[in-house]
């Protein structure tokens, strides 16, 4: 059997030093490499196994004509695309079982940028100057693990030394971990969730998974409803149980959850079975409450944790998000339903609970119900979204479907 193989991406020009420290302590775990230079600014201090003007040939250009140019967007771009195509094909001849970079910002938007090309489960860590920074744009809905890099990417020294040693040691042991074997694979049911649907999605995937179903539960903060919603579009998901919409919340607030205006679309589109419900549409997420913006200070606002604020959105927010629900549903190309919880879409919005205000909540129902396709299923149970009897009519309705 052919030893493993790790592509270690980066610019040789400015960090071929760090770059040859980490190629030989991988190759001295047995492992191969495979150097893949994008630097352009000058020649590396050792020949790549796969040259920058390779890579910048792959994106549409050369390296002699970037370095005349002296156009550093054209640049950035090119070998971002030329990196990608590069990354791509080494996957595809059985060349790459894991990939590593090491950057500044610059080279970590490269290099990140063919990580996400890579399909989920492939070892990618990026050892970064950003990496403890928001890294939402450089990690997007993928697995890249971002390794803080500390000190710059800039030499060896005694704390550089430690951390280059972590990174190849962490990717020489993602690529070994071999994954338990399954002895049979199940439909996979996507679910979104909150702290607030917490009891509703546990104990719809105990039933589903009591009927033979895989749940993957989303934990629904823009980027996991993104997530979601890709895995939904690359043909994964066999039906989707969407009982935590509040995205649709942030996405009409401006809130710091918000998975874009089309959140809900994926599963449309696709036409998988699809269950939606408006899930904890009664709050839209700020961080700490001193960022909540000024022009909602006086509405009713709950401090989840010190780090994240919760306000409870209105009547008027609450229609817009209702036809965001009802346009997802008349969409769809396959089977959907709608249900609603008439005791509150949230544990926060439960009688006498912080959050609880009927008539928002019904300004949400009747702007379903006016905008839904009556072809569509609409049901209202009297119930909380959290109440055994809700989650239990989900899951019967979203089974009802996947068995037609």
């Known amino acids: ?33 495979v150097v893949v230079d994008f630097g352009i600014l000058g020649d590396p201090p050792f020949k790549a196994d796969v040259s920058a003007d390779e890579v910048a040939r792959a994106g549409g250009g050369s390296l002699d004509e970037l370095r005349a140019s002296q156009d550093k967007t054209r640049a950035m771009r090119l070998m971002s695309e030329g990196l990608e195509k590069v990354v791509l094909k080494l996957h ?8 590593l970079g090491m950057a500044g910002s610059g080279g970590t938007a490269i290099a990140t940028a063919a990580m996400r090309a890579l399909p989920v489960g492939v070892p990618k860590l990026m050892v970064s100057t950003v990496a403890s920074a928001d890294v939402s744009p450089y990690v997007g809905t993928t697995d890249i693990t971002m ?12 704390i550089s030394r430690r951390i280059y040693a972590n990174a190849a040691g962490a990717i020489a042991g993602m690529v070994e971990q071999e994954t338990p074997a399954v002895v049979e694979e199940r439909p996979l049911i996507s679910a979104s969730m909150f702290g607030n649907t917490t009891q509703a999605v546990d104990h719809a ?18 980027a996991g409803g993104r997530t979601m919603e890709g895995l939904i579009e690359a043909g994964f998901i066999a039906g989707n149980l969407d009982l935590t919409t509040t995205e649709l919340a942030d996405e009409v607030c401006g809130g710091v959850l918000s998975a874009g205006p089309d959140r809900l679309l994926a599963a449309a589109r696709k036409g998988i079975p699809t269950v939606l419900v408006p899930g904890c549409v009664d709050m839209a997420n700020f961080w700490g409450i001193d960022t909540v913006p000024e022009k909602y200070r006086s509405r009713n606002l709950y401090e989840w944790n010190p780090n994240v604020t919760l306000m409870r959105t209105n009547v008027a927010e609450n229609k817009l998000i209702g036809g965001m629900i009802a346009r997802a ?14 005791k509150g879409v949230s544990q926060l919005d439960s009688p006498g609970g912080a959050f609880w205000e009927p008539e928002a909540n019904q300004a949400c129902f009747e702007a379903i119900k006016s905008n839904l396709n009556p072809a569509i299923p609409y049901i209202e149970m009297d119930n909380n979204i959290n109440d055994p009897e809700f989650s239990a009519r989900a899951v019967e309705l979203l089974l009802g479907m996947l068995n037609q």
């Open 147 to 158: 390794m803080p890099s500390v000190v710059d990417v800039a030499g060896l020294n005694v």
């Open 205 to 222: 995937r105990e039933l589903l998974e009591a009927q033979g179903y895989e749940v993957l539960v989303f934990h629904a903060t823009g």
């Open 1 to 33: 059997m052919k030893n493993k193989t790790i592509v270690l991406v980066g610019a040789l020009d400015t960090k071929g030093i760090e770059f040859s420290f980490v190629r030989d302590l991988i190759q001295a775990r047995g492992l191969a490499t």
């Open 329 to 342: 549903a008349n969409q769809s190309t396959g089977p959907v339903a709608v249900l609603a919880p008439l």
């Open 92 to 99: 595809q001849e059985g060349r790459l079982d894991g990939v």
